[in-house]
């Protein structure tokens, strides 16, 4: 039969198995197309999925047009004659030249491949990433380890073989592919982002061009320009690495057909090359190099003009490559373009430098000084620094009895309680199971009593299910996945009154039929107040804040809902969240989505059985809304929704609150965060409400004037609604995010000065002061209070923020957000007067921790095998005067439970310290309490800390 004849047949085998892994993988992504086809049709959002899909089949079938070309050249310009039969071939290359021209050409083709799978590898997992993907760190191994094994398998099949070099040109090719169709993002929202209207005074582009349309241009020439090389460089390598080329060491050449073919490929490189250096004049705006943020003199007068003049001369160079008849003296204009456009790449280099130190620095502010203006300008837009309302307020050195009545609506809401002890304390005595969590303690208000104006500040913390503390005896697949599915219940703590005994009071503990509800005489809150303000209804939570693992439910089995006693209660999922996996099609789409086939065995479920996925609540979000940045914790809030959308159920109450930002990197002229995070525009865009029983998903438009966003809405129109419309006692517990106001406080630390020559000389410059909690020195983090605003008669809620110069603990200002009602987002700057020393956090505890009466008595309890822990200060506005509080803790050195011993309070001129706030107070301003330590800074000794700060 001989040779041939086994040859069939194996050609056969192969491409049978080849049909049967196509095969395996479609039906795997035909199931997997099913489950997210259903997960997102329980939110009705099927059309946004599939505008999705579309997107990245438009993008695909786009890239493999351009593969499909580079294919079909290559394969053409390969079967052209060679140049072995001509007298004067093109490009000889003999002995040392040959070996450096197949180095080159490996070279090339090596950093070509790493480039391109490098930026698969982005676009599989972090596909939002690839408008910014040279400043992306590899976050682990793998990121770097699986495109390099792939490149380095590819190089050793083009190295055995010149043949290989398709190999290489093909994985290439599929990387190529890949980046084009992830990267639907960068092309959708570059085509819908609408214009601001701004311009930047550089180049006269709309600030929208950077925040969206300038990524998707640089992303889409530079894997363009690698595609391109990559199909030049393995061509000439399948040429340069033939059999008899290696063992001659020769290369005869190109024929002048070759050459006529690889023209116009050279031409359309370097017309891409010429389009990416125009663009990259761009790139000025957003790079910051000594005191300017974005483009400064040296930018605008050398850089630019360069960039300018060498795209300009590789674009006549790319149409003098091509040998088109009416162009005399071809070869002569090329070398002038390659001269020009050289030369203005390596002036560029070499002359910048230069120019720096022996023309700008020496003229630094008056050069710069048009530029400083811009960047101090753009930054404060890009942070809604512009926005500030500053006050100027001179408090007085004295709290008096005036003070107290004036500020009587501050007073009554002063947070005693930090989130840490409090947390210590939940997870002691209330979180009741081994596999209960309290995560977070979330500082929220309610409105217990409807006849008054103001809202009581409460901490709210969930109490979750946290799988990895189960015991290792009860982490069966049943366990994990059918009974234990779910938290169930929050605790509800004053932040402003403690029990008898130093332990958080409470407005709502323990949980389910033992779930008690306490009112508070001391506020004048009654139990009916509490039972009406914060429903507590069905008070599982399927959906929360802690990883958790895919839950089957309804099933067979019932889920634990929650224990009284040594029993527990069990219960069955009501929701309408979930993906249906009551058919055995079903199941099997499960079971290949989860790769779990103990689902096809499984006699637990039933017909209404629901696939529960994707139950922490911001990788919820962020699979819905994947162009949208969750940062921070969500947090809870339990109340009755009274809406007309029936999106939301009547008998649900717990719904966590989740923040997603729209930011960029590429706002013009705007400056890096001083922590080195490349953000250089961010926006608290979407408020995100979850519904902690069904998983349903609710996304609010918080920011109508980000254009990020709304270039998202118009791409997805029905999937974000206008904050007016979230039911209003869901918005009445909307706050000012953290993270968010913690971006603005550092970016307002030197930008808070719009004077060019001050701010180029650095002499005001702010820094958040730190204090001592516990043992440690620690900044001063942003605090929640519930305080009158300058003259306002009743108080509103607040995110505070002290702030004080650059090495010196002196109070400069504050920066407060606000809240409440129409005055949400609104941030509000209170200058104290730079002739008048104020007193900061670190000069108060210095006051504090040297009075003797107050040390000595941190001492008796440090002996006594306590530990004094010192909370956070606080520095309120009361009246006409300032408010220093802080809570003082004792807790066991072995586990012991943080107790509320003291509270020490100050005006900067007084101190006194009570077993609370209502005798510190007196004892403050009249030295009348008994049980208080009533102290005048007058007769205390000399304070050097304190004194060389003043």
Partial sequence: MGLAGFARPLQWFKSQWLWLLLSIAAFWLLMRVQVEWLWFGQFDWQGMLLRRWLWQLGGLLLALLVVATCQLWQRNWIKLEGASNLAEPALPLHGWRYGLGLLGCFVVVVGDLVLLTRLAWLACFKPFALGHWWSEPFEDIWALVIPLSCVFISICVMLGNARGGRIAHLMGCFCFSI?????????????????????????????????????????????????????????????????????????????????????????????????????????????????VAGAGWLDAHLILPLRSLASLAILVLAFLVIPFPWIQQRRLWRLIASIIGVGAILLEVLLAPFVQWMVVKPRELKLETPYIIRAIKATRKAF????????????????????????????????????????????????????????????????????????????????????????????????????????????LSPVNTRAPDGLPDYFISDL????RLEGSSELGITREDVKEAVP???????????????????????????????????????????????????????????????????????????????????????????????????????????????????????????????????????????????????????KAIVDAYSGRVHLYVSEPRDPIILGWQRLFPDLFKPLEEMPSSLREHLKVPTDLFNVQVQQLLRYHVTDPRIFYSGDDVWQVPKELYGKRQVP???????????????????????????????????????????????????????????????????????????????????????????????????????????????????????????????????????????????????????????????????????????
């Fill in 179 to 291: 980046s084009i169709a992830r990267g639907w993002g960068l092309w959708s929202l570059a085509l819908a982002i609408p214009p601001t209207g701004i311009k930047e005074p550089l180049l006269g582009a709309d600030v929208s061009f950077g925040l969206g349309q300038f990524p998707a241009l640089a992303f889409a020439l530079v894997v363009l320009l690698a595609q391109l090389v990559l199909t030049t460089s393995t061509t000439i390598w399948m040429k340069l690495a033939q059999p008899e080329s290696l063992s001659d060491w020769v290369f005869k050449g190109l024929s002048p057909r070759q050459c006529d073919v690889m023209r116009p490929l050279i031409g359309i490189i370097l017309l891409t090359l010429s389009a990416l250096l125009w663009l990259s004049r761009h790139e000025l705006l957003w790079t910051q190099n000594g005191t």
């Fill in 384 to 491: 809604q620094l512009d926005s500030i309302t500053t006050t100027l307020i001179n408090p007085q050195p004295q709290l008096t009895q005036l003070d107290l009545e004036q500020g009587a609506s501050t007073l009554r809401n002063i947070r005693l309680w930090d989130s840490q002890p409090l947390l210590a304390t939940n997870r002691q005595l209330q979180q009741l199971r081994v596999y209960y969590r309290f995560s977070n303690a979330a500082v929220d208000r309610y409105r217990f009593v409807p006849d008054k104006a103001n809202r009581q500040q409460v901490m709210i913390t969930a109490r979750e299910l946290d799988q990895a503390a189960l015991p290792k005896r009860s982490r069966t697949w049943l366990n994990r996945h059918f009974v234990f599915t779910h938290g169930y219940g929050f605790t």
């Fill in 780 to 950: 001063v983090d942003p605090y929640h209070i519930t305080a009158q605003l300058g003259s306002q008669e009743s108080s509103e809620f607040l995110l505070l923020q002290p702030l004080t110069p650059l090495a010196r603990p002196n109070l400069s200002a504050w920066l407060a957000a606000r809240s409440d009602g129409d005055h949400y987002g609104k941030l509000v700057l209170l200058r104290f007067p730079s002739q008048t020393p104020i007193f900061g956090p670190e000069q108060i505890q210095a006051l504090i921790n040297q009075d003797p009466q107050i040390s000595q008595q941190f001492g008796l309890w440090d002996r006594a095998g306590s530990e004094v822990v010192q909370g956070n200060l606080l520095v309120v506005p009361l009246g006409k005067a300032l408010l220093y509080v802080e809570p003082v803790y004792l807790r066991a050195r072995q586990g012991g439970l943080p107790t509320l011993t003291r509270v020490v309070v100050s005006d900067g001129k007084r101190i006194a310290m009570a077993e609370d706030l209502g005798e510190g107070l007196r004892a403050l301003v009249d030295g009348s309490s008994k049980k208080a330590v009533y102290l005048n800074r007058n007769d205390l000794p000399p304070i050097k800390a304190a004194d060389q700060s003043n």
């Fill in 536 to 686: 507590i209804g069905r008070a599982a939570l399927y959906f929360g804040m802690l990883p958790s693992p895919y839950a089957l439910a309804p099933s067979k089995l019932k889920e634990l809902d929650y224990p009284v006693g040594d029993k527990n209660i069990y219960n069955h999922y009501l929701g309408s969240g979930g993906v249906p996996v009551g058919h055995p099609w079903q199941q099997l789409a499960a079971a290949m989505y989860l790769f779990e086939p103990r689902l096809l065995n499984t006699g637990s479920l039933t017909i209404n059985s629901k696939l529960l996925i994707r139950r922490e609540v911001r990788q919820r979000v962020s699979a819905i809304a994947p162009f949208l940045e969750v940062i921070g914790d969500p947090y809870l809030v339990s109340t009755s929704v009274n809406s007309r959308d029936h999106d939301y159920q009547a008998k649900q109450n717990q719904y966590w609150i989740v923040e997603a930002y729209t930011s960029s990197r590429t706002y013009p002229y705007a400056a890096n965060l001083p922590d080195g995070r490349p953000v250089r525009y961010l926006r608290n865009s979407v």
């Fill in 512 to 515: 389910g039929t033992s779930t």
